[in-house]
């Protein structure tokens, strides 16, 4: 069944035992990332590392953020496009449950391979493994292997053919995506009975400036979390900021007001604005005032960091830290390097 709402479009599956069995196989999945190693290791990985170089948040908090905004999109969307006699049946309630449990899934796996020390560890790995000489038969492995976890829409549109011959950077989120694709395999779950490329798809797109806006599917779950990602973290971020910035100079009253509004009701905000755009454009995107002013105020971010830092750089590390520890990975990574069987064995993990 196809409702539509404006130019959105709701495809409702009307197959109680096909979905029932869906749910039993992606609850068995969820209970297996609660479990797994590398989905708890997210808790000690940082998001975010202030002024005074502590962690503030974890990359674990950051996904059960994401997927709390992220669910609360797809109920308001469902709520809202389909009529309320459809709501009363059965089948709706599936239907929204289903879409809340990839909503989950795709959540709290979108950064399983992230590095810690955020985007700082992501460059320093990506400058590392982009100097290591391959050759071209383990090249062409590579490349088959990413063919089949990622698709090859995606890794064409990534420059990768099936004679590439380049070196291979380091992207969080397509080892977040190999880490799932991997569990699925390894698992007991019934793969016939799920989604899998709806999951391994949507951890792909989380990444805006990896994933172009063209190859983002046709899925409002997968476009939720992808938007989600950036209204979590940069409201988050700028409660951690708020204290160095005097609002009142904000010469912008949009962007003053904005800020000046507690947490909450920021999320709020831009919800609305996200649910009222697809409705309206047929897909969750950013061409909605909300997300774009979320963007404006993002941008006191750098402003602020700038200022604290001593020579210029930008990020959310302040130099002092960003450099000490970007000496300690590249001093781990060549050691590593040095000594590839003693750091295989489980003596040494």
């Known amino acids: 069944m196809e409702i539509k709402k404006g130019n959105l479009t709701i495809k409702l599956e009307e197959d109680k035992g096909k979905m029932l069995k869906e749910i039993e196989e992606l609850d068995k999945l969820l209970s297996i990332l609660e479990k797994n190693p590398q989905q708890c290791i997210l808790a000690g990985k940082t998001q975010f590392i202030g002024k005074e170089g502590k962690g503030n948040r974890s990359r674990y908090e950051h996904s059960e953020n994401i997927n709390n905004i992220a669910s609360e999109i797809i109920d308001q969307i469902y709520d809202r496009v389909v009529p309320e006699d459809i709501k009363k049946e059965e089948f709706y309630k599936l239907n929204l449950q289903i879409a809340k449990k990839y909503t ?25 493994v982009s100097t290591q000489k391959i050759s071209a038969e383990d090249t062409r492995k590579i490349m088959k292997k990413r063919r089949k976890i990622f698709g090859k829409e995606y890794e064409k549109r990534q420059g990768h053919t099936e004679n590439y011959k380049g070196n291979i950077s380091f992207e969080h989120n397509e080892k977040s995506a190999e880490i799932a694709y991997n569990i699925l395999k390894n698992s007991n779950v019934d793969l016939n009975n799920i989604n899998e490329d ?6 792909l797109a989380h990444s805006t400036s990896r994933v172009k806006e063209d190859i983002v599917p046709n899925d409002i779950v997968i476009q939720a979390v992808r938007r989600t990602d950036k209204i979590e973290y940069i409201n988050k971020d700028l409660e951690e900021i708020k204290k160095y910035i005097n609002i009142e100079s904000i010469e912008n009253d949009e962007v003053k007001n904005f800020i000046n509004k507690p947490i909450k009701n920021r999320v709020e905000y831009v919800i609305n604005g996200i649910v009222d755009g697809a409705i309206k ?4 995107d950013d061409k909605i005032p909300e997300l774009k002013l979320l963007k404006k105020s993002d941008k006191l971010k750098s402003d602020v960091i700038l200022f604290m830092g001593r020579n210029g750089k930008q990020g959310l590390i302040i130099d002092e830290n960003s ?3 970007s000496l300690m990975m590249k001093r781990i990574l060549k050691y590593y390097m040095n000594n590839i069987e003693e750091t295989q064995s489980n003596k040494f993990r």
Do not use: A, C, M, Q
């Not at 950064?111 to 790995?125: A, N």
């Not at 709806?198 to 951890?203: T, V």
């Not at 454009?281 to 969750?284: A, D, F, L, Q, R």
């Open 104 to 128: 989950y899934i795709i959540s709290k796996t979108h950064d399983i391979g992230h590095t810690p020390y955020g985007h700082l560890g992501e460059r320093v790995l990506n400058e590392f």
């Open 281 to 284: 454009n047929g897909k969750v």
């Open 198 to 203: 709806r999951i391994i798809k949507g951890i």
């Open 323 to 325: 450099e000490r520890i």
